[in-house]
């Protein structure tokens, strides 16, 4: 069915619905509004595919805005805003626009924390505010207040889903970080973020990277190794020292990630992560509580080695699982693209097939040892 001409062909013509879209070629000036209404300026703003069309009233400083955006889904919220007080999001006097069961509302947010976003009153007078949708696109019309002979204002943009009937959280890629600048209402040069948003993306994808292969793979193979390579005789001393080695590199590379993490939460005043930061920080006290097992173990016929190694497979397997659940719950904040979620899930229930198969192996191997009339099944290095 699907011959390899086919598959040419189907993939000339995505390509060409790419390069001709209709999106691709829609710029502010081409926009019309509904009620004939003209603005005087427009601008395509540099993210989130979004819109702004104005009209700055001098002789009683005034700005007549409507801004454009596809909302992040269909039930979902567009914004704009303008910040008297800051370049980001925090001080931010909102207008936000959200379609729920088909309704689009507009309402005004005077945005001072990352967590509690209620409708209220702005810092300026607004009326005549309005929104619409149309071709997928939410449109918000308003006009406001601006201060006497202001030149420039700082304006932020935004699109996210709604859930439950209220604006949640949106996402966290370049797109979303870069989506403010200035304005400048004469319509001279606007300037806009760009580089903020790609850093911290990149520094966020490097704490994941480093994260998910030190607790999310390195640390589960240690245990895998520690747990089922010595009940091979043949393996011994070897399972040891890779066990070790496993370890040892997952702690290191696992503490420069919790450092990058560490700056990231610093960086990020006002939007915690309460779970993924305590989590965090307990794995890293219980991993370096490991460390210290490595140096205090005792003799393997010295009477305390029995508590030693309760203490120290108990750590580990907390260890294993809160690594496995910080490393999700880094998913759904980074929230990257599926394929690296779908890929670690794909990896990490490798290993738990492998650990299944092991186990009966091991199984196997034990009862066999013990029917071959050793008493006790062999109990690897030092053990
Ligand atoms: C400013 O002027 C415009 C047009 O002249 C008018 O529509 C608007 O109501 C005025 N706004 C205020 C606050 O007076
Ligand atoms: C907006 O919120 C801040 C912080 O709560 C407050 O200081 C400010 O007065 C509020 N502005 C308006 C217009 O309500």
């Known amino acids: 069915m699907a011959s390899p001409a086919n598959s040419v062909v189907l993939f000339g013509l995505s390509l060409w619905i790419f390069l001709f879209s209709p999106a691709s070629s829609l710029t502010c000036t081409s926009q019309k509004f509904t009620n004939n209404k003209l603005y005087s300026k427009c601008l395509d703003l540099p993210s989130l595919s979004s819109f702004l069309h104005w009209t700055y009233d001098p002789s009683n400083s005034s700005i007549s805005v409507a801004f454009i955006a596809p909302p992040a889904k269909p039930d979902g919220w567009v914004s704009w805003a303008i910040n008297p007080t800051g ?19 507009v309402k005004t947010y005077n945005i001072s924390s990352y967590s509690s976003i209620i409708p209220s009153k702005l810092s300026f007078d607004v009326w005549d505010m309005k929104a619409e949708e149309s071709d997928s696109l939410i449109k918000i019309y308003a006009k406001l207040k601006v201060p006497e002979k202001a030149e420039i204002l700082n304006q932020v943009w935004q699109v996210g889903p709604v859930t439950d009937g209220r604006p949640s959280k949106h996402g966290f890629l370049p797109a979303n970080l870069n989506a403010k600048g200035t304005l400048s209402l004469n319509g001279g040069e606007q300037s806009f973020s760009t580089g903020d948003g790609d850093l911290r993306t990149k520094k966020k994808n490097i704490h994941g990277i480093l994260n998910v292969v030190s607790w999310g793979i390195l640390f589960p193979v240690g245990v895998i190794v520690a747990r089922y390579l010595r009940t091979f005789q043949s393996a011994d001393p070897a399972w040891f020292y890779l066990h070790i080695s496993c370890q040892i590199s997952s702690y290191a590379i696992g503490v420069a990630g919790w450092g990058t993490g560490l700056v990231l939460g610093s960086e990020s005043k006002g939007i915690e992560f309460t779970g993924h930061r305590n989590i965090g920080i ?35 397997y907390t260890v294993l699982v809160l690594g496995i659940l ?15 979620k779908s890929a670690y899930i794909v990896v990490i229930s490798a290993l738990g097939v492998i650990s299944l198969l092991l186990e ?21 290095y030092n053990n």
């Open 87 to 105: 370049r980001g999001m925090i001080g931010a006097q909102a207008f936000i626009a959200s379609k729920s069961n088909g309704v689009v509302t």
């Open 282 to 316: 307990a794995l890293f006290s219980l991993a370096t509580l490991q460390m210290f097992a490595l140096l205090l173990r005792p003799q393997k016929d010295h009477k305390f080695r029995s508590y030693w190694n309760i203490y120290h497979h108990s750590v580990g």
């Open 326 to 340: 910080n490393v999700f719950k880094g998913f759904d904040i980074l929230n990257p693209e599926k394929k690296w």
């Open 360 to 380: 009966a192996i091991t199984w196997v191997v034990v009862l066999k040892r013990k029917s071959n009339k050793s008493t006790k099944p062999y109990d690897g």
